[in-house]
């Protein structure tokens, strides 16, 4: 036993010598495939968050604010309709009046400063006419409102296990693109639904949402074949910056599409972003291949690092041959692991936190600190420039830390994953207490507590590769489904406690400290339960690292004494 467990490790410490020679022979990351697809992935992630956040800002060019504040504003239908008064005219879509035609009203205006809220302070409100000139042509009430930007993951927690199960077993090329076309087309189709009937709206965020669905599962398995162990971060984290600067770009653009753009401005949102989804889509399906193994322009050298440091944990006997793998999922093992479900309920906590801001920043700048659609798109933007740079900035720092031997795979994960969950607390918390009269220490607290939320990114968002290689993108779609019942709640319970009688601060206050509370758990449990280690059920017991015949062991123990 002894002996074998001394050539188990002697073997180990070959491979890893072999390894690191092939990556010495392979060529610089800057001229390497597997870079270059991570950097075309970036820009997938782009338009994914693009589609996703677009309705956050167009909802709130798009609603009628004045309307909803006025006494004369009844219900019918389901939706909010004024049914008397005089000056600008609105059109608002409602199946229980017509069916399928456009309702024509007339929205009675009052001559006064429009009132910004229940209880709110006048002295951040807005004048006449400021308020008409930003007033859109939709009548939906708070709860329509939530409705609407929740329809998108209805959609997307559906999708996540089969994509995770699809990517395993086809690779993610054609299951990620395809999807994000399905994405992209529904986005399109967007300004003639809200036309229609909102509910024809929630439709479509929900085909949205389930074409986004299979994004990070698939993207999970395309890079367990792609990535080699101790570059798992940085090529992940590349491509999942692609989120973030999605926000950073369409928030901003929106805002101004709001003011300035073709189809009623919120209508120029969705052609635009959805027309480069479509564009994006086309090029993906051109340069990406799902593996070293099938890539036509790759370098041998590099092929031969990326597989041979992958030996032991994926199998590529079958993408050699371009078959689609059989997958044995080991689910029992799988459901009583606890590093397993500590990824889970990391990944509903940051999600919950994540929804609560992503779908919510602009409503919160335009209910408490009160600016126009083009100052909100771009203090929206604020906090994910700064998330950004943490997720890129902490991917290169967890792969040292990992190669230089610092601290585990396991305990890297973990440090980062508590500074991102209790970072944010106390800056959430004291956002609570500040108005309108103090904006720049308001989106000073709000840029800060956001970005420290990156550090997440580095821990359990890559942790499914690091304990099951094989079965990445189905660990990846079971944590992401459980936590995308948030973008959901999340919305909900927003929407519930703005529509209180409570001041609109004191409700973002509440808002605030639910989040605060939710991090401080995830932190403890996730510190308590996560691994950095393969776990035994996700071993491929059939391609374990194998050494050339040619090589003695007593040679290679020599060699790796050397070394």
């Not at 809220?117 to 329509?144: I, Q, S, Y």
């Not at 969950?421 to 004291?430: A, E, Q, R, T």
């Not at 948030?486 to 209180?500: N, Y």
Request: glycine share 8%; charged share 15%.
């Amino acid at each position: 036993m002894a002996r074998n467990d001394e050539d188990a490790e002697n073997a180990a410490s070959y491979h890893d010598i072999h390894v690191e020679e092939l990556r010495r022979k392979s060529p610089p990351w800057y001229c390497s495939t597997r870079y270059g697809l991570s950097c075309i992935a970036f820009f997938g992630f782009v338009v994914l968050y693009a589609l996703r956040v677009d309705m956050s800002v167009a909802m709130v060019c798009m609603v009628n604010h004045t309307a909803l504040k006025t006494p004369s504003t009844a219900k019918a239908g389901g939706m909010n309709v004024s049914i008397n008064g005089t000056g600008h005219t609105y059109y608002l879509g409602n199946n229980s009046l017509n069916h399928s035609t456009l309702i024509q009203m007339s929205l009675d205006l009052p001559t006064t400063r429009a009132p910004t809220g229940k209880g709110d302070n006048d002295k951040c409100g807005l004048n006449e006419a400021e308020a008409r000139r930003r007033d859109g042509p939709f009548v939906w009430d708070e709860t329509t409102q939530a409705r609407i930007l929740s329809g998108f993951f209805y959609g997307y927690l559906v999708t996540q296990i089969p994509g995770g199960w699809l990517a395993s077993k086809y690779g993610g090329k054609w299951v990620f693109g395809g999807f994000m076309l399905a994405a992209s087309i529904s986005t399109l189709l967007m300004p003639m639904a809200a036309n229609i009937d909102y509910r024809f709206l929630i439709a479509l965020r929900v085909i949205c949402g389930l074409g986004s669905g299979v994004a990070f599962p698939s993207m999970h398995a395309f890079f367990a074949s792609w990535a080699p162990p101790l570059e798992r971060s940085k090529l992940l984290n590349i491509a999942y910056a692609g989120t973030q600067v999605g926000i950073v770009v369409t928030t901003p653009l929106s805002g101004i599409l709001c003011e300035e753009g073709f189809a009623g401005g919120w209508g120029s949102i969705f052609y635009i972003l959805g027309g480069f989804g479509v564009v994006w889509c086309l090029a993906w399906f051109i340069l990406a291949n799902n593996s070293p193994a099938q890539h036509p322009r790759i370098s041998e050298d590099e092929k031969d690092y990326i597989m041979g440091s992958l030996q032991g944990q994926i199998d590529h006997a079958a993408e050699k041959r371009k078959m689609s793998k059989k997958i044995n999922v080991p689910w029992k093992a799988m459901f009583l692991s606890m590093p397993v479900w500590a990824i889970i309920v990391a990944n509903v906590v940051a999600d919950w936190g994540a929804y609560t801001f992503l779908t919510n920043i602009p409503t919160y700048i335009n209910d408490v600190l009160k600016f126009d659609y083009k100052a909100n798109g771009a203090l929206s933007a604020l906090p994910y420039i700064c998330f950004w740079f943490v997720i890129v900035l902490t991917g290169f720092l967890a792969d040292k830390i990992r190669s230089a031997k610092w601290l585990s795979t396991g305990m890297t994960r973990k440090v980062l994953n508590t500074v991102g969950m209790i970072g944010p607390v106390i800056f959430l918390i004291s956002l609570g207490f500040v108005d309108c009269t103090k904006p720049a220490l308001a989106m000073a607290l709000l840029t800060i507590g956001i970005s420290i939320t990156g550090c997440v990114w580095n821990s359990y968002t890559v942790n499914h590769v690091d304990i099951a290689p094989q079965y990445a993108g189905i660990l990846f779609g079971i944590s992401n489904t459980v936590a995308s019942v948030t973008g959901i709640a999340s919305p909900e319970v927003v929407g519930a406690v703005r529509s209180s009688d409570l001041d609109k601060t004191v409700a973002w206050r509440v808002i605030f400290v639910i989040a605060s509370a939710i991090y401080l758990f995830g932190a403890i449990f996730y510190f308590i339960f996560a691994s950095g280690e393969i776990q035994p059920w996700a071993q491929d017991l059939d391609s374990s690292p194998e050494l050339p015949e040619e090589v003695p062991l007593s040679d290679r123990k020599e060699d790796a004494a050397i070394a």
